[in-house]
C-alpha cells in the first residue's frame, strides 16, 4: 500500500487476524497515517513486515488484548505505539502485548506508551518490549502519561490509566536526543513494575540519560542509560 489517506489498515472488534509481509509506505509528513491500527480486538499478530509513515507504523487501542508482533521494520514513522489510551473515561485497557525483533529508523519514537492527561478507568498491563534495534530515534523508549494536544481539555489534570508489567528487554542502538529513556507517568497512579534488562542506548556515541517520574521497577544485566526507576 503506498500514500493512503489516514489509518492504512484498520483491524477493530476483531478475533484472531494475522497480518504478514504488509509493505506499507507514506510520506514522512503525511498526518494521521498510522500504518497498522488495532483496537477492540485479541489474537491479532502482525509478522514481517516493513512500515514507513507519517505517524505511528503500528498503533494499539484500547480494548486490545493477546497481542503479538514481530520482525517488523518502522521508518519512517512515530514508532509503535500502544494509546492513545486515556481519552474516554470508561474505557477498556490493553492487555498481553509482545513485540520482539523490531527495527526503528529515523523514527520519532521507538516503543512508546501514551495517555491521555485526564481521568480513566483504563490500564495497559502486560506488555514485553524484545529484541528491538534503534537507529537515530527521537524517544527509543518512552511512556507519556500526559499527553494533551493542544493543551485541549487536560491542563492541570493527571492521567488515571494505570500502567504497569512492562519489560524491556535487549534494545539497542542510538537516540537522536539525549533522553533515550523517559518514563512520564501519572502523579495518581505511578508506573509499576517496569523491568528493563541488557538496554543500551547511545547519543553521539556516548551513554544517553533517562528520565523518571513516578515510575517504579528494575533494571537488570547492563543498562544504559543508567536507570532512574
Not at 514513522?77 to 485497557?93: D, F, P, R, V, Y
Request: proline share 4%; aromatic share 6%.
Amino acid at each position: 500500500m503506498i500514500s493512503g489517506q489516514l489509518f492504512l489498515i484498520v483491524i477493530n472488534g476483531c478475533q484472531n487476524v494475522k497480518v504478514q509481509g504488509v509493505k506499507v509506505s507514506a510520506a514522512g509528513n503525511s498526518p494521521n497515517t498510522d500504518g497498522i491500527h488495532v483496537q477492540s480486538s485479541t489474537g491479532v499478530t502482525i509478522l514481517n513486515s516493513r512500515i514507513g509513515t507519517g505517524d505511528d507504523c503500528v498503533s494499539i487501542g484500547p480494548g486490545t488484548s493477546s497481542m503479538w508482533i514481530e520482525n517488523v521494520a518502522c521508518g519512517p514513522g512515530h514508532g509503535i505505539s500502544i494509546g492513545s489510551l486515556g481519552k474516554e473515561s470508561q474505557e477498556a485497557g490493553v492487555q498481553n502485548v509482545t513485540v520482539k525483533t523490531t527495527t526503528f529508523t529515523g523514527t520519532e519514537n521507538g516503543l512508546r506508551i501514551k495517555s491521555w492527561g485526564r481521568p480513566s478507568n483504563g490500564f495497559a498491563r502486560d506488555f514485553l518490549f524484545q529484541h528491538a534495534v534503534i537507529s537515530n530515534v527521537q524517544n527509543p523508549i518512552v511512556i507519556d502519561q500526559n499527553y494533551c494536544p493542544g493543551e485541549k481539555n487536560c491542563p492541570g489534570q493527571v492521567s488515571g490509566v494505570k500502567i504497569s508489567d512492562v519489560t524491556y528487554q535487549d534494545i539497542h542502538g542510538s537516540s537522536a536526543t539525549e533522553v533515550a529513556v523517559k518514563f512520564d507517568c501519572s502523579k495518581k497512579y505511578p508506573c509499576t513494575g517496569i523491568k528493563l534488562a541488557h538496554v543500551k542506548l547511545t547519543y553521539k556515541n556516548q551513554p544517553a540519560e533517562a528520565s523518571c517520574s513516578n515510575a517504579g521497577g528494575v533494571a537488570s544485566g547492563l543498562v544504559q542509560p543508567t536507570s532512574c526507576l
